[in-house]
T-cell receptor, first 114, second 115 residues
Framework: DQQVKQNSPSLSVQEGRISILNCDYTNSMFDYFLWYKKYPAEGPTFLISISSIKDKNEDGRFTVFLNKSAKHLSLHIVPSQPGDSAVYFCAASNSGGSNYKLTFGKGTLLTVNP | DARVTQTPRDKVTEMGQEVTMRCQPILGHNTVFWYRQTMMQGLELLAYFRNRAPLDDSGMPKDRFSAEMPDATLATLKIQPSEPRDSAVYFC?????????????FGEGSRLTVL
């Protein structure tokens, strides 16, 4: 049972355009969400996060939007660059209590074409 | 430059052999996670530790997998006996869970191929 779902295995965009990566979750206890980026032969690296008390968090070219009622979040990259080509993982956590584990989606491969 | 270190980077072995993967978490981090990446499942959580105590290993096949933290600087994941379906990239990650949620820092992974 996938609690975090990334329904698009891949996405291709042109350099300079917007990339939108989507993520849905089913566990209503999740209250902290993160995006990780992964290049081939490397481990995932943290990109951006958002707490459930917010609906938007921005960091440079990257913005994450959270829609709690729809249990949906999205990552926007504007403008997209060829170096952004990577696998993007959405992750969620219940930050309360003593449990800090992350549940990941299956990832979306983003390709930014020059 | 603090980083999570994993060994080996690549391992090819035959079915039935024992495999041990090692992880050195970032100094001062009190949570350590083992994840497995496959094409079908993405990143699956196998086990995790907090202050060296195992908190959750429900993602591991118990009959063949075991995870331990002999000390604060070493985490191990052992597969005995290994099977072809264990072929995957295994990631170790560490973090600091003090007073709130912190991001996880991943190692570069151990790519396991079981023939």
């Amino acid at each position: 049972d996938q609690q975090v779902k990334q329904n698009s295995p891949s996405l291709s965009v042109q350099e300079g355009r917007i990339s939108i990566l989507n993520c849905d979750y089913t566990n209503s206890m999740f209250d902290y969400f993160l995006w990780y980026k992964k290049y081939p032969a490397e481990g995932p690296t943290f990109l951006i996060s958002i707490s459930s008390i917010k609906d938007k968090n921005e960091d440079g070219r990257f913005t994450v939007f959270l829609n709690k009622s729809a249990k949906h979040l999205s990552l926007h990259i504007v403008p997209s660059q060829p170096g952004d080509s990577a696998v993007y993982f959405c992750a969620a956590s219940n930050s309360g209590g003593s449990n800090y584990k992350l549940t990941f989606g299956k990832g979306t491969l983003l390709t930014v074409n020059p | 430059d603090a980083r999570v270190t994993q060994t080996p980077r690549d391992k090819v072995t035959e079915m039935g052999q024992e495999v041990t993967m090692r992880c050195q978490p970032i100094l001062g981090h009190n949570t350590v996670f083992w994840y497995r990446q496959t094409m079908m499942q993405g990143l699956e959580l196998l086990a995790y530790f907090r202050n060296r105590a195992p908190l959750d290993d429900s993602g591991m096949p118990k009959d063949r997998f075991s995870a331990e933290m002999p000390d604060a600087t070493l985490a191990t994941l052992k597969i005995q006996p290994s099977e072809p379906r264990d072929s995957a990239v295994y990631f170790c990650a560490s973090g600091q869970s003090s007073g709130g949620f912190g991001e996880l820092f991943f190692g570069e992974g151990s790519r396991l191929t079981v023939l």
